[in-house]
């Protein structure tokens, strides 16, 4: 049975919530002082964590933290005064940030528009793989943010934060709510109690099910809480799931049960630290219980194919803290659908032989979006398949990154420039970013070290992700050294649409196709720093395709590829004759 702790609308930590908003009255004069001290950038993470830190959804925090509570919530999931937070939430800077300790600086979003100000208190160094480990438990570059911390930059800085403005949003105005203003509008429902349920997907039959069967066992309301800041690589954008739970909202739920708001959250996938993480900030914004699924913010698999996190480790992370926490958790139950009874059911109250229906995450891309097919309406609502389907192009209409790696000579632009023919026969346009050609236009400029070959990847990355994202195939051929970096790329397009492809050359191999005599320059010591001389290429762990340019020609090689890609949908079905040439 749940416990009813009936405090959702008491303030949290028997304190306030933290404001760091300047008054209205003061701003002017504030930014116009702030415009005369040096300022930093920050990322879209960090401008998430301050709009949340900045109106309460963070509380007790009321800054980047500092060396001995970053330290802390590594160590113990807590700040240095006991209070349960399993989240470290940082400001990192590159090593090309010149900032002292005593300074005040600005801080800016990537418009460059003024949100705050620092009062830099601390500036403390902090280690990628004691995070890594401590917070994620792995240090697989799979897992998204892991692979996003190797461009973090080695330093954090802590101190006061005056905020003046937040981070803007033009969108769904109506819809986002502080957590002052979401506890006002819970409390003139009249109901004590408030269950919150955290989602980066869109709604089905089964979660409108289960999210009603939990107002009802708490006799309480529906705080209904999708994240719109950063979720994981891929998932559907914010505006069609938004679409989605407005139209569900509005003719499927009774208006007194249900709060509709939008929460800026820059999540972490961290399993079960992060559902302890999602509690605490549903109870900031006046939730006392929250529905807890099967593998809660899970990152998926890692190099091995394994999932990072047990089924049910957020869970049970959950139990052991919920009196503390002060919110219950409800638990995912799983439900299946009747198709005699019209109704869904609790897999554990089944009758023997009872004849179910279900449509599994990879049955509706595949069976059903992907080739243009309307959702059945007991799994979901007709209103929302109409806007996934909008969303949702057949999948040979859908982008794709093709992602050659490998060392210098071993083929990659020559079976890339074949893969083009092929993919073209199958009806694809299709863009190429070679590694040298970017370099002379997109990278010009940029080095050899490490950080500037990982910032020339990066830029073919983002590069690739909008491609992708518009609906185009997109081939990269570049060496892409560095594993972190290329997950790094896998997480910005999406890893449903990333193929990986290691052209797996050996090096005396690549060193006897060297026209331009650059494996010989670098064995004189003539250049340094080059790939698999005295600089490391770390191969693909688990790559989607694998190829072999001594045993097989290019034009086998690209075969490979697009079978590969016929069989994920992106080309038409696909089979070689035999001699190189194509059919289908």
Known sequence: MLKSTETSLVA???????????????????????NQLPSIQISERVACDLELMAVGGFSPLDRFMSKDDYQSVLDNMRLTNGTLFPIPVTLPIGDD??????????????????LAVMDVEEIYEWDLDEASNKVFGTTDVRHPLVAEMHRWGGRNLSGKITVLQLPGHPDYRDLRHTPAQTRAALEKTGRANVVAFQTRNPLHRVHEELTKRAADQVDGVLLLHPVVGLTRPGDVDHFTRVRTY?????????SDRILLSLLPLAMRMGGPREALWHAIIRRNFGANHIIIGRDHA??????????????????????KHADELGVGMVPFTELVYLPDKDRYE????????????????????????????????????????????????????QGACIWFTGLSGSGKTTTAEMLVVQLMEQGR????????????HLSKGLGFSAEDRDTNIRRIGYVASEIVRHGGIVICAAISPYRATRDDVRNMVGSDQFIEVFVDTPLDVCESRDAKGMYAKARRGEITGFTGIDDPYEEPLNPEVTLDTVGNDVEANSAIIVEHLAGLGFVRSYRSNGNGHRGS
């Open 346 to 397: 609790q897999v554990s109250d089944l009758e023997k032989g009872a004849n179910t229906a279900s449509i599994s995450g990879t049955q509706v891309r595949e069976e059903f979006l992907n080739v243009g097919k309307q959702l059945p309406s007991w799994f979901t609502r007709p209103e929302v398949a109409e806007i996934l389907s909008e969303q949702y192009p057949p999948k040979t209409r």
């Open 246 to 254: 407005q139209a569900l909202t509005e003719r499927y739920y009774d």
């Open 298 to 319: 899970g990152p998926g698999v890692d190099s091995k194919g394994e999932p990072f996190y047990g089924p049910y480790d957020a869970q049970e992370a959950m139990e």
């Open 429 to 440: 346009q299709v863009t190429v970013l070679d590694g040298d050609v970017v370099r002379t």
């Open 97 to 114: 940030v010149t900032v002292s300790q005593g300074q005040k600086i600005a801080l800016r979003d990537s418009r460059n528009d003024l």
């Open 12 to 34: 949290p930590f028997g304190g306030t919530l933290v404001d760091l908003m300047v008054p209205e009255g003061q701003a002017e004069t504030l930014r116009a002082e702030a």
